[in-house]
């Protein structure tokens, strides 16, 4: 089947919840229950009015909701990971879907399991099960043992016997609810739907308080019904969650063609919250294969580190960083034939094979030097720690060769590796620190190493690093103080690069970049997970963000689109509750003061359209741009200028509405007197949002509001003008002594939210 076809299928698959929640949301039901009320009691123009604008919502989010995922399946499908399939002497490429029972699977280091299965064969095959178990301690497997979906092979390579497919197998029956589609909201989506959520109970109060009122005044009901649907309209946020949809999908789609993939929308949100970002020194802050510098020798063996270590890679089909750079110089080669084996993984920080060789059993260790300090004499561990350090001090590396003869380990020599800095790393991690996010080096590599390349990328705070024995030594309460203390860490094992993310998340959100299969279960502790694209298979598909180019340069830009993002979506919130405030402050008065709400449904749809959904458009097709801070409260930014905003609006509006009523204008006009104070006083707002959130200028975008707003200015005067226009719209032209009172009234309201607005301006967040 077509990737095309695919994708449709999956959204097929996804149309009946994705419909449902749009239809049988509260916003709709509510509006579409007063729209229904409207209808039965004989008001079909405002009924024909809510009900219009609600289906067009549905319509709008299903379509919107649809495109995101569609967009989003797209986006994935450069993230899919194909497995080698052996059939017979041939080897074939697969998908995880067309894996079946009885398929033979050829698989190696950093591998996810795709299926459950049988080794049939191994080279020093060890797996993580923790995805599935919790459990961190990897195992080793020989033939005959079973191994499941979701493990990380985090050693050696094998094959293996397909025995159920994934949809068949334990991680398939564990996952087969989570993978139904849910919608997920962001943080941001969350408290935008626990205040819409308090304005449902706002208005549930307000309308009782309506109905009795009016009961008690002997009024009819379909009174009642319009004046709680136009409150309705006015107080519940009925597009902000689409809108914030919109956003993310936009974020991503934009990411995309900057070579950042997500591998969820609300990862667009995620990357401008992130406080502490944890990176890997191999292939984050250096290149990722290291380069052969030059081999040191110790002292002279019967055999030469050429044989020896062409040998151990032959042997133990390594697939790492450090084994291609070996292989670079050091051919694979079967020298020395092997009959046991032990290869590399994190937690040993070494690999081994073991052959025969003139009746004699010999065994070629090679990894962290530190690791053997304990089977060398004096002499040679000295050597070591002298090399380690005048190496370290240069960015360079050893990988330690010894051999094994007769239970006594002789140190042959050291090959010397280097990583140069990726280009433009310094500028990269300035940028990210003076945002003010702390930046943790994690790192395999000894300290010297380590903290000379953090020293050379920029990291701030403490550059020397912390290794995993003295962390080893720490109870809890001073390891907390050393993760805060210390910026670079070195030979750190990875359940002890959990524990430093799990600390780091207790102070802020982190976010963990990472590309060997050692930083996977890393990558699913942190609240944010980046994997390079080019690093491996089962980390790259845990991962939040898929660095496509490899380039950790791309995260600085991740976080601008996911900042311009944000603060588009802070300016139409804004609008939103300017709207919504006036809603609640009008209603009080009017009920205070004894006198109906003064606006009708028709008068707040034509308005929402005008101040809501012609913002909403441009802003969406080019977000502004701001310098965001850390930990900055989404309603405490959006909600005081926007409350504050409505509480001038009210207060135009409510004394326009009553000085018109004092000068002998009739009810009609002095409703259309506050619809003018309503519209022209938001349009001011929308106008102004801008500088008071502390967006960048954008004197094009300001242009092409003000074109919009005075079209729509228009359209509504001449409209007014015209009868069958006007009684549709629910509009009322004014003698010239009204738009006199409307004048000097917007003069005076447009001068309090300047100062409003450059107050806001102003401030500190």
């Known amino acids: 089947m077509s990737g095309k076809n695919n994708y449709y299928k999956s959204i097929l698959k996804d149309l009946g919840p994705i419909i449902w ?81 009885g398929d033979t699977l050829q698989l190696s280091l950093g591998d996810q399991v795709p299926a459950d299965g049988t080794v049939q064969q191994t080279s020093g095959l060890e797996v ?109 946020a009925e597009g902000l969650i689409l809108v914030s949809t919109l956003l993310f999908s936009y974020g991503a789609v934009r990411l995309s063609r900057k070579k950042i993939l997500l591998q969820q929308i609300n990862a667009t949100e995620e990357l401008g919250q992130v406080e502490y970002l944890c990176v890997d020194k191999t292939g984050t802050l250096t290149e990722n294969i290291p380069k052969f510098a030059e081999f040191i020798k110790y002292q002279k063996t019967i055999f030469t580190d050429k044989e020896l270590i062409s040998s151990y890679l032959f042997a133990t089909g390594q697939t790492s960083a450090t084994a291609q750079a070996l292989a670079g110089h050091y051919e694979p080669k079967e020298i020395l ?24 059993v010999y065994s070629v260790y090679v990894g962290a030097a530190e690791k053997f300090y304990n089977r060398l004499d004096k002499d040679a561990v000295n050597w070591l720690q002298t090399n380690a350090k005048e190496l370290g001090v240069q960015a360079k590396r050893l990988v330690f060769v010894g051999l094994e003869q007769n239970k006594k380990l002789l140190l042959v020599g050291v090959v010397v590796l280097e990583n140069p800095l990726k280009d433009g790393v310094v500028e990269i991690v300035q940028v990210l620190q003076k945002r003010g ?33 003295a962390l080893d030594k720490l109870n809890d309460v001073e390891f907390t103080q050393a993760v805060a203390a210390n910026s670079v860490f070195a030979r750190i094992s990875p359940e002890q690069k959990q524990r430093i993310i799990a600390e780091c998340h207790n102070r802020g959100f982190v976010a963990m970049v990472g590309d060997g299969a050692n930083d996977a279960m890393a990558i699913k502790r942190a609240d944010m997970g980046v994997a390079m694209y080019d690093g491996a298979a089962v980390t790259r598909q845990i991962a939040d963000v898929v660095l496509l180019n490899n380039n ?190 409307v004048l ?6 447009m001068s309090f939210e300047f100062m409003v607005a450059k107050w806001f301006e102003n401030r500190k967040n």
């Not at 930046?439 to 300290?447: E, H, M, P, W, Y």
């Not at 601008?560 to 919130?573: F, G, N, R, Y």
């Open 21 to 101: 929640r749009n239809v049988f949301s509260l916003v709709v039901i509510i509006i579409g229950g007063l729209s229904l009320a409207l209808f039965y009691l004989g008001d079909a123009r405002d009924a024909l009015f809510l009900g219009v604008v609600i289906v067009v919502n549905v319509l709008v989010g299903i379509v919107q909701e649809l495109r995101a995922k569609l967009a989003l399946e797209k986006l994935q499908a450069l993230n899919r990971v194909s497995y080698k399939k052996l059939t017979g002497d041939e080897i074939q490429e697969v998908w995880p879907e067309q894996i079946q029972k």
């Open 128 to 236: 993580n099960e923790s995805l599935l178990t919790g459990e961190s301690t990897n195992i080793s497997k020989k033939p005959g043992d079973s191994v499941y979906a979701g493990s990380a092979i985090v050693a050696g390579q094998t094959t293996v016997k397909v025995t159920k497919a994934l949809n068949d197998s334990f991680l398939g029956s564990m996952t087969a609810d989570i993978k139904k589609y849910s919608f997920s909201p962001s943080p941001i989506q969350k408290s935008l739907l626990r205040f819409i959520q308090i304005m449902v109970l706002v208005l549930i109060g307000m309308s009782v308080v309506i109905l009795i009122r009016n009961y008690l005044n002997h009024q009819a009901l379909l009174g009642s019904v319009r004046e709680i649907a136009a409150l309705a309209a006015t107080v519940i």
């Open 337 to 360: 034939k092997a009959n046991g084996l032990e290869p590399f993984s994190s937690n040993r920080k070494y690999g081994s094979a073991t052959f025969e060789q003139n009746k004699g």
């Open 437 to 469: 996010i702390k930046l943790k080096v994690i790192s395999g590599d000894g300290a010297e190493t380590t903290q000379a390349i953090a020293m050379a990328a920029g990291i701030a705070n403490n550059p020397r690093a912390i290794e995993s024995q």
């Open 552 to 741: 950790f340069a791309g995260l600085p830009k991740a976080i601008a689109v996911s900042d311009s993002v944000i603060t588009t979506l802070e300016l139409i919130a804004t609008v939103f509750f300017a709207r919504i405030g006036i809603g609640l402050f009008l209603f009080t008065a009017s009920t205070i003061m004894g006198f109906a709400y003064p606006l009708s449904p028709r008068n707040i749809t034509i308005m929402n359209w005008f101040i809501v959904g012609l913002p909403v458009i441009v802003w969406s097709f080019w977000p502004r741009d701001r310098q965001r801070r850390l930990r900055e409260s989404f309603l405490g930014r959006t909600l005081p200028f926007g409350f504050i905003s409505a509480a001038l609006i009210s207060v135009a509006v409510l004394a326009g509405y009553m000085i018109a009523q004092r000068m002998g204008l009739t009810t009609a006009q002095g409703q259309m007197v506050a619809v003018w104070l309503f519209l022209l006083g938001c349009v001011d707002v929308v106008m102004l949002v801008p500088r008071g959130l502390q967006t960048k200028p954008n004197k094009k975008q300001d242009r092409m509001l003000h074109l919009i707003f005075e079209g729509a200015a228009v359209t509504t005067f001449v409209g007014s003008l015209v009868p069958p226009v006007a009684r549709f719209f629910d509009l009322t032209p004014l003698p010239f002594i009204g738009y006199a009172l």
């Open 744 to 749: 000097p009234l917007l003069i005076v309201l």
